[in-house]
């Protein structure tokens, strides 16, 4: 990736995670580098998300039991496949980057579970539940036989081993990567350094007003215009990104509305000669037209233009 690229990534993944701790999201990384190898030395290992993935499984046979008895064998796999999906577009959507790793790594755990489940389609070894009443039946046994792969089994197996460990693998790549970015960002640090009591996912307005007044504490240029200085003009270079512009009193850039000012300072106050008028003295106000009808009026504008018209003759 050209580094203009990467670099501009970086800047996206620290913008959207301004609010988010580096620190939490470590931790679940370790839990990653932690449970990888594990489930490639034992193939039946099941982490913490292995009971999840069974819930949801037998769900997705509850889920497709009305439609052909295919679908509803292959249900539990469709629906335990997509979730991870679904989740992980819903939290990149929502700004959470690592959540997108997160659900990575997740799918490869159920593609782990899959392998193992297509695996036992012949030899039908392992210990089978079932949501629904009667005797379990094997999905992949079933699914495998409809269409008359059954022998090929262990290659489909194979296939889903592959795909969950390249799953687990870029889940950690990706994962590392948005950490790397979150934890080296020096506006976060500085910002902390001003405010060490802030917690370390700070909300994305007070990381940005705090990294000015990091840079104002270390004598960096701060891009803030003086007072007095003219208006910024047309066409001018927009303010890079995370940068704070703050309008001192008397600056407006263009676009904006200028105040309006003051009038010049008049002649002492004097009371006016002009003699008031008393209530009485007052011409009455002019009679107010009576609405003219329109054609085609509807009984209840009529009934309001007749209240009208009986509210001015009682005045």
Known sequence: M????????????????????PALRAAVLFWFILAFPRHLRNPFHESILGGINLAFHEMGHILLSPFPELWTAAGGTLLELA????????????????????ALFWFGTVLFGVSVYAADARS????????????PSHDWAFILGEFGALDRDRTIAALFRGLGVMSMAMSIGIGAFIVGALASDPERWKARALYPSGRGGLAAENVRLKAFLAREASGEKASVPQPGAAPAEAGAAPAEAGEIRIRPPGVFPVGDRAPREKPAASAPWAPSRAPRRSPEARPD??????????AGLSDEERRFLEFLKKTEDDK
């Not at 979730?83 to 997160?102: I, K, W, Y």
């Not at 106000?285 to 329109?294: S, T």
């Open 124 to 135: 039908q070894l392992l210990p089978l539940v079932s949501p629904l009443s009667g005797v």
């Open 2 to 21: 050209p580094r203009s690229r990467s670099q501009a990534l970086i800047q996206a993944i620290r913008s959207r995670g301004v609010d988010r701790s």
């Open 83 to 102: 979730l991870p999906l679904v989740a992980g577009a819903l939290l990149v959507r929502r700004g959470e980057d690592f959540g997108g790793a997160f």
């Open 285 to 294: 106000p002019a009679p107010r037209p009576d609405p003219a009808p329109r």
